[in-house]
């Protein structure tokens, strides 16, 4: 009796909690990490620089606490501690990613360094050990530092030396993971962090550089997808995409077409640039025709968009196993007047005016607010404009700014877009294969630096033990994944 009149509840209300409900027996629950942000030890045992050592190093009045990942969570040393978190947290997935610079330290197959092998040798055995999938991102922002004055992503050199090292992974790490992640957030890394892909760029008037990196990353991506499809397939049997973040943008008033106009217009810019050339095929109509109207009236020889040849198009078409999924921003979109011609931007091309609503609940990232229904959202729309493909959510979180151990906000904030993943599970029929919490530990967040802590584990970064101490969090995640409801 009372099951069903729960189950009546939560098919009529959106809001409620399927408490009854269960991820699928096959429904991965796992967490997060990237190696910048967690290992530390940025030159030891033979690894390069990347474009993060560099940055942090030269300039960190950038980095909101000055300081870098030289040590981080020194997860380089404290790898088996962090394999029994997860283990304790009863975890399926653990996401990591490779530092291309501990593996070849210049960036390039000249040169393999063993010592950085060895490490995710055996970090990956380990997990495996204790049944726990390594997901494996080949790419997470640490660019090898000679690719820097070369303009870094921008320049279409950089895309073999990236299917290179793709191959290299492939074949040292490949029998053991079943699912490979090519880049993690194009859009990141094009578009946030200015000055850090290379210099160089820095000259270029923006609203040009973004889409030249866009367009490098698009087919490096489908490089590295072809070589695992082609030559390690057959053999290892995985799984290959991109992560692409997610900002789900609603229209501020759904039955304004111009709203919903515009807010369409900004999921194409942030998102639609990445997924129609690999789900549907080149970049999204609207994209192609807003920047090359805008390059016109701004003077510009040709679109400052670059062109696809047809053979390219083809090439980047279908290079998804999966696709993956960052999701921490919910915003609504509105149409606003077309913006005069001045200097170029992105921002520009796109148009529309975005705006958060104060009554959200928000947390010490001021860009993240607790609205899980814009997860459901944009879970249904993938599932509709790109013929339902399978979904897998490989970072979503909540952060902190201090020490403090009872973190109920971060409990709502994974309980509520659990829930909102199972409903689009089992109430719109969204292929969702799983969810991976970002992040297992407080780590280095990029220009935030230590002040935001994403963990379900806290780290003492003024502890040269770094010790780990599990926060509340841990024994809701527990339950999740000892459960498999959202408790
Ligand atoms: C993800 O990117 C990353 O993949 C992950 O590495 C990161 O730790 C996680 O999110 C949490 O942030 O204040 O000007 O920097 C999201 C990157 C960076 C996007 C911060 C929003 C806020 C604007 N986020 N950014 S700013």
Known sequence: MLTAVLLIVSLTARHTFSLEWKFPNDFKLGVATASYQIEGAWNTDGRGASIWDTFT????????????????????????????MAKNLGVDSYRISLSWSRILPDGTTRKINQPGVDFYNRLINKLLENDIEPIVTLYHWDLPQKFSAWGGWTNPAVINYFAHYARTAFGLFGDRVRTWITLNEPRLICQAYKGLVGDV?????????????????????????????????????????????????????????????????????????????????????????????????????????????????LRIKGTYDYIGINHYITLY??????????????????????????????????????????????????????????ILITENGYAN???????????????????????????????????????????FEWTHGYTLKFGLYHVNFTDPNRTRTPRKSVEYFKNVTRTRTVG
């Open 401 to 443: 700014a201090g020490d403090e151990l009872e973190d109920d906000g971060r409990i709502r904030y994974y309980r509520s877009y659990l829930n909102a993943t199972l409903q689009a599970i089992l109430e719109d029929g969204v292929n969702v294969k799983g969810y991976l919490a970002w992040s297992i530990m407080d780590n």
């Open 333 to 390: 979109g509105r149409s606003s007047p077309e913006p005069p011609i001045s200097d170029p931007h992105i921002d520009l091309d796109a148009a529309g005016e975005r705006f958060s609503n104060p009554n959200w609940e928000g947390c010490a990232a001021y860009w993240i607010k607790i609205v899980p229904w814009g997860l459901r959202n944009l879970l249904k729309w993938i599932k509709n404009t790109y013929r339902n493909p399978e």
């Open 201 to 313: 760029t820095s000259d270029f008037p923006l609203g040009t550089s973004e889409y030249m990196c866009a367009h490098n990353l698009l087919k490096a991506h489908a490089e590295a997808y072809h070589i695992y499809d082609k030559e390690f397939r057959r053999t290892q049997k995985g799984k290959i995409s991109i992560t692409l973040d997610f900002t789900w943008t609603e229209p501020a008033n759904s039955s304004n077409p111009d709203d919903v106009r515009a807010a369409n217009q900004n999921i194409q810019f942030d998102f639609g640039i990445y997924a129609n050339p690999i789900m549907k095929f080149d970049y999204p109509k609207v994209v192609i025709d807003r920047v090359a109207q805008r390059s016109r009236l701004e003077n510009f020889p040709e679109s400052r968009l670059p062109k696809f040849t047809l053979a390219e198009k």
């Open 57 to 84: 190093h030269n300039r960190s009045v950038l980095i909101k606490d000055g300081s870098n990942g030289d040590v981080a969570c020194n997860s380089y040393y404290k790898w088996e501690e962090d394999v029994e």
